[in-house]
């Protein structure tokens, strides 16, 4: 028997305390208050990089070519480039991903609980919309009018969190809804206001890149990184076309599955027969590799199949996309040169003032609006658990614009002026609504919630 079940080694305390480490580490990445706190960080580096004397060296460092080539051919993008263009793309992935799974089984699913969501969240796109117009229109500054009707997704649920349990799970499922549906409309947005004459070529180099998608997804293909040639077809493709090709992401995530390919058993069935089989054939003396590599090559396929592509897609990527991605997106892009934004001329001023007052108050008002309208009319209810009280923290929440609000700006003002201070105005916006939501969350739930939920 001890020959068959020798007695484990004792583990070195540098071992346990290094996954102690990185269990802790694993658990603290998770907290979604972290990844909006690590994005702010990183938007005050900018800043701070922008406006101190090494202030040239921002602009030269997002702006160095790095040449990438094979053989006679290379191109030589500048790091900007690459950050907005480049790995923006794994950033739409997720949101593709995210959309597509919510229309799978969560808020999109159908109409009934998509109606909400989808009224407050189209209440939140016109309302900032057409105060940003009454500030800008008929000026060279109205073509920003879609800077301000975004919502950045990461940051509002992250100061979310920062509230705390008091907050009901229902307006928290709201948040997340309006601002899946909020990236769909700015994704429309994007494609139909900020695209040049489509290149018609460019859409078949696209769509073979979808077609070989398509093909490897019939094919039960299931590892990530047969999707990368793809991948990378369908984005230049749409560099070709003349739409921006961070597009392609939200393509490929809503192309996902949704569901495990099919198999000839169950993947729990497959994990339960391959355990046993290696428990049988490891209890025998002599077990080699070989003896155990089928196996073992079957128990890493089935533990893959366990979850559907589209939730390995966000699992696999968001540590990256939410702690790489999205803050050297924000470290490129929040660098402000105060010295370079002068609101005292007349455009840039009706920019800054403009999108102020679009995020922090078109925001909460047209979501707000927009549902009072929809439950009067009994079109929809309140979900259960949430309050008009509720309504309005998301409404504040949903006017944290950051990462797309930034984005947009970046292809509608061709100013540098205007750029910069539509750029300041979003910083200013998405931290004046952060606090304002923080304030109202406190005040509204951190001592009547709990009375409410008990019988009020």
Known sequence: ??????????????????????????????????????????????????NSPAADSYEHFWHTQVTLGIGAYSVSPSLHFLVNDGLMTIF???????????????????????????????????????????????????????????????????????LGKSIPSGVRVLLLALAIIDDIVAILIIAVFYTASLDYLGLLVAAVGVLLVLVL???????????????????FGLLKTGVHPTLAGVLLGLMTPVVSKP??????????????????????????????????????????????????????????????????????????????????????????????????????????????????????????????????LVGLLAGIGFTMSIFIAALAFADPALLSAAKLSVLAASTLAAVLGVCWGKATFGKTYAAQRNGA
């Open 92 to 162: 739409f992935l997720v949101v593709g991903a995210e959309i597509r799974q919510e229309i799978k089984d969560g808020a999109l699913a159908n109409l009934r609980l998509a109606t909400l969501p989808l009224g407050a969240a189209l209440g939140g796109v016109l309302m900032p919309a057409a105060l940003y117009l009454a500030f800008n229109h008929g000026s060279v500054a109205s073509t920003g009018w879609a800077v301000p009707t975004a919502t950045d997704i990461a940051f509002a649920v992250g100061v979310l969190a920062l």
């Open 217 to 235: 997804q019939r094919m039960g293909v299931g590892k990530a990184y047969a999707y990368i040639v793809p991948g990378a077809i369908v984005w």
């Open 1 to 50: 028997m001890s020959d068959r079940n020798p007695t484990p080694p004792p583990i070195p305390r540098p071992q346990i305390l290094t996954e102690r480490a990185l269990s802790a580490l694993e658990r603290f990445f998770h907290i979604e208050a972290v990844s909006g706190i690590v994005l702010l960080l990183a938007a005050i580096a900018a800043l701070i990089w922008a």
């Open 263 to 392: 198999m000839t058993e169950r993947p729990l069935d497959t994990l339960q027969r391959t355990l046993h089989e290696l428990v049988d054939r490891f209890s025998h003396r002599g077990a080699d590799a070989q003896a155990v590599a089928e196996p073992l090559k079957q128990l890493r396929h089935a533990q893959r199949e366990v979850l559907p592509p589209v939730q390995r897609v966000q699992m696999g990527l968001h540590p990256w996309v939410a702690y790489v991605i999205m803050p050297l997106f924000a470290l490129a892009n929040a660098g402000v040169s105060l010295s370079g934004v002068d609101l005292g001329e007349s455009v840039p001023q009706h920019v800054f003032l403009g999108v102020m007052l679009a995020l922090v108050l078109g925001k909460p008002l047209g979501v707000l609006l927009a549902s009072v309208v929809l439950v009067k009319l009994k079109v929809c209810a309140l979900p259960e658990g949430v309050t008009w009280r509720g309504v309005t």
